[in-house]
């Protein structure tokens, strides 16, 4: 019987001085890996003008249908990138991405790439976080 | 296409029509040459080398003409040394084609390889990318992989105004020169040019405003390249990403086929809206072209301002109110003013619209409809002779004759001018009889000019001529003789050509015709047509430019002109009056008093429009791209088109109000699709039998086979998968037709006194329409109000170009500016109508032309 004890409490000393496999979440995070794919990013030229053109092919690789594009010319009063078109509206439902990147993909300027972000559930209004935030 | 030639493709002999292009019998035997310049639609030029082919033709003997048999018995080949240009060859017999050598395939290859020499490759913000030929071609036939250095390609303007409407963008632009043939072959707007030489070559407008022609919008479509691109739907959406429904235009006569592609879009508040109006091919009615008022004047369908609620009159003021308050109020109206009801019909009511209303007024045993604007008549004429079944202008060249009458028909009913110029261009005789010098003058020589008012005596004339001593057995010949032998010489050359002419038909305008005196030209021009025999076979017959796109429909569906007439002339007498989808108040200065007088009226609309304000009722109309129907075309063509785009606000189809104001009247259930009451129709309007829904769907395959998934013949292009329609026969086709003549009884002319000028009230392409103007893009295309008047007029008069005068006529006064020019004939002023200066008659009469001042403003 005290053998049972012993046996019991020896698997027990073991758990203690293990290293634990969880994190302590959000104080700790994990990193995730380079190729991780996250949250979206539309990223801009150094010029602060932005690279998506409005080209749609995001929306058209998209498996889920998931992004919505409408795109406008630029003038010269009122330029938002380099060429002559660019996307006037911009959404990605976050309810339907699965995130599989292949807007990535076929993205002929590399504006939108995936992030690391993973943490897409809030409270607040979710549209102003995640297109901003 | 009785003819045919044997030629060898491929190694394996196919039968093609004799004199048929090379590219295009190969394409109806499954062989697709590529092609970048070559259109079914025009003569081939040869110049983009695309459609390279292997080419020879069989070894005859010199002496005895035989065919040169090789060792193994086959014919011996000559081949030419070099690749040749598919498009610019004909069928023959013995011909040998190679589609598929090596040789073949490298000199495509380069061919591309040389397009793509300056070409930006800009494919993801072009907007021919996803249906653009030169993206298909480089795919299939491309090197993959281009020697020349990117940083030598040619940079030009990416976004060059043609004109406010068409888009240039010339580091895309192949050469092709599809636009420039196109306007100048075709349509006789040469207007396009080529500027420069070499790789900088670039196509210029030469026109002011720049790329003056109502067709411009066809150039997009026939373009294999995104160069040319409308500025109502640059960047609109990706082509993948359209939905797309089957319609027809709602602005002429001619009905164009329409596909509508629509997309939800996020400045319309997330509605899904009209993206853009393509042809939809039916070489029937349109073949692939629309004109620019079809293409670009769909933005009323969204227009802001549209009436979304029913509106109910109280205390004075229109106000919203439910549904069924006021189907409720208009069913108690009609029930209490009993027999004294009438009912207009507008202009783009569809069949089954109409239908419901018929049912709705006769089931209170009301007996006045009216199709408005009661301006042209002669349906019954149609009925009996109008144009037979299976014709088609395409059909018409050598031999046939077409004769137009009264009217500007490039203004009037733009793919009917383009169909008639290029039956011209065939070799089709055209008679063009007017009061005025038109476009249309220029591709004959029997220009038969009248004074306004003298139209039937010219046709009459016209008729005495063609016939000379010949005295057909027919029903009223000897009363007509009679009448005609008082009729003047008119034009014996353009009566020979009428006598001539193996195929007649005549094309009736109503220009300054009051509707009575368009009654007797329709006659006139039936009596023509009847005595010379040429009633009752395809490419014979009657067409009437009819004032709106279902005018036909609506005289089929039981409704007059002169119903609308004794209506507006009786108003007071009717204690109510449904008026659907008409604007009498704003159209005919009458209309506009007269409605004062009526009692109850319950209008719909899609606008607050002058008849609108004066209403009890207004209920909120479907507009076409919101609902199912069907409409008759001039050809008399029963066609269908599609719901598109969701409904606005809470409007409904007339169909559905009539029908539901019917059910409150205990007139029976009301029917649940507009399908059914198609089939209502189809059971109860003879010449309507077997014209049901699925009929209508029906396709066929056509020829240029343009639209499918390949791309080919290049440009953007819609199959028609909605139903080529189906027109319905007149008298003169069946067997038991009795040819009848009558003698045409016109109405007096106008006859001008001292400084009075005859007012001739015109219609034009590009006018203030309610719908139509809903398009900022045409505004500039608009003119100002105008009035036109010949130099010797205008100097007798003292006015000149540009000065404001006061244009009197028939108890209406207006002030235009005036416009001296040398095409309005001596003691004539030209009005235009629709022009924004308030409701003006139609007919043209005896009136006077001041400059303003003058007047005493
Ligand atoms: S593919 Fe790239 S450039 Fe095109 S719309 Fe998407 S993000 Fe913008
Ligand atoms: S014309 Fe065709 S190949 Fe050229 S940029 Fe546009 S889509 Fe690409
Ligand atoms: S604009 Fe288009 S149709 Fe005209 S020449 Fe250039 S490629 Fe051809
Ligand atoms: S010709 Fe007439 S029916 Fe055809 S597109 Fe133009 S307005 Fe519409
Ligand atoms: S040369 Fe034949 S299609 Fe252009």
Redesign the pocket.
Known sequence: MIGDMVRGLVTTIKHVIQRPVTIEYPEVRRPVQPRFKGRHWLHRYENGLEKCIGCSLCAAACPVEAIWVEAEVNTDDERYSPGERYAKTYEINYLRCIFCGYCEDACPTEAITMGHMYELSLYVARRRDLHQG | MSETVTIYLDDRAIEAPKGMNLVDACKLHGVDIPV??YHPKMEPVGMCRMCLIELGFEQRDRTTGEVVLGEDGKPLVRWFPTLQTACTQVVSEGMHVRTTTEAVRRGRKDIIEFILTSHPLDCPVCDKGGECPLQELTMDFGPGKSRFLYDEKIHLAKRYPLGEQIY?DRE?????????RYVEEITDDPV?QFYERGRRLQ?ISTSEPGFDSKFSGN?TD????G??TTADFRFGARPWELDSAASICTHCPVGCNLTLNTRLDRDAGGRVIIKRVMPRQNEQVNEIWICDKGRFGHHFTAAPDRITTPLVRKGGKLVEATWSEALELVAGMLKSAGKAVGALAGPTLSNEDLWALRRLVEGQRGARLGVWPPTMTGGDLIAEVGVAQGTNFTDMGKGACIVVVASDLEEEAPIYWHRVKVAADRGATLVVVNGRATKLDRYTRHRVRYHYGDEVATLNGLLRQALGDAAPDIDGFDQLRAALENAPAVDAAAAQAIAGATDLVVIVGGEGLSMAAHGALMQAAANLLVATGHVGRPNNGLLAVWPGANTQGALDMGFTPEDATHIIDNAASFEALIIAGADPADEDPRAAAALQEAGFIVATALFLTPTAELADVVLPRMSFAERDGTFTNGERRVQRFCKAIDRVGESRADWQIFQQVGAALGQGRAMPTPGVVMAQIVERVPWYAGMDYPTLAEVAPQFPMVGGEDLYYGGTMYKNAGGLGRQWAVAAEQASYQARVRVPKAPAAPKPGKGELIVVPVRLLYDQGTEFYKTQLVHRRVPQAYVALNAGDAARLSVREGARVRVRLAGTEVEVAARVRASVPEGVALLPLNLGVGPLPHAASVGTVAVAEAVGA
């Open positions: 970048f310049c240039l895309r632009c192949i050469q092709c020169a599809r636009c420039i396009l196509i150039t026939i373009c294999p390249v160069a040319l």
